[in-house]
Every structure is written in C-alpha cells, then in structure tokens.
C-alpha cells in the first residue's frame, strides 16, 4: 500500500512561492496517479492539481492555473506542487492523494483517490 507524507508548508506573503512534496512509500507509486486537494475550515475539500502515473497528463482548478505546477519526481517516490504568486485564498491545508491506475485519467474528485497524506498548512498573508 502507498503512504503519503506532506511537506513544505508554510507561513508566507502574498505574491510568494512555496513548494509541496509529496513522499510515497510502496511500490506502486510509479503506476499511481497523484493529486493535491486542499481544505479550509467549514468548506469541502476542493481539487487543486493532478498529474497522471507517467507525468503525461496534468489537470489543475481554474482558480490555479498559471501559478501552480504539478510535477514527478518517480526516482524519488515524490510529486511537487509549485505555487507562484499566492494570494490569501490559497490558505489552506492541502493534500497529496494517490491511486493505482495505468492511463490518461487525472481525477478532480475525492472518490478518485484512495490513498491520503496528513495535510500540510499554507498561510498566505495579505
């Protein structure tokens, strides 16, 4: 089974970068499909980005795109998220969610993983 570990979240100032990792253990994190999502209190968790098992395919939120970056590292059990240009309505925990699957497919939706990370806080301050 792939357990996922969250890192790189932080404190930081609009207009900032940070970058998430995402460290798998299991051997079939190279055939999985990963996704972040993320969650602010009172609010379901909402798609962020998404990459395919080979890096082929990626899929991010509107509210994302062109300031965030999906990307994987399979040498390194690990998939990065690059967030550029924060605002204060990208804070929120996010997380990294894995599934096993062989295609083109990239889920925005929490019933399409079933594999989970802890979470990591960003704060973005104005």
């Known amino acids: 089974q792939v357990q996922l570990v969250e890192s790189g979240g932080g404190l930081v ?14 051997r079939t ?4 499909a990963v996704g972040w ?23 991010y939120a509107d509210s994302v795109k062109g300031r965030f970056t999906i990307s994987r590292d399979d040498a390194k059990n690990t998939v ?18 894995a599934r096993a699957f062989f ?10 993983y079933n594999r989970w ?3 990591t806080q960003v704060t973005v301050s104005s």
Not at 13 to 21: F, P, T
Not at 29 to 32: A, H, L, P
């Open 103 to 112: 295609g083109t497919y990239v889920g925005t939706r929490e019933y399409d």
């Open 80 to 97: 990065y998220l690059r967030m550029n240009s924060l605002e204060p309505e990208d804070t929120a925990v996010y997380y990294c969610a």
């Open 29 to 32: 994190f190279s055939s999985s």
């Open 117 to 119: 990370g802890q979470g």
């Open 37 to 59: 999502f993320r969650q602010t209190p009172g609010k379901e968790r909402e798609f962020v980005a998404g990459i395919n098992w080979s890096g082929s395919v990626t899929n």
């Open 13 to 26: 100032q609009a207009g900032d970068s940070l970058r998430l990792s995402c460290v798998a253990s299991g």
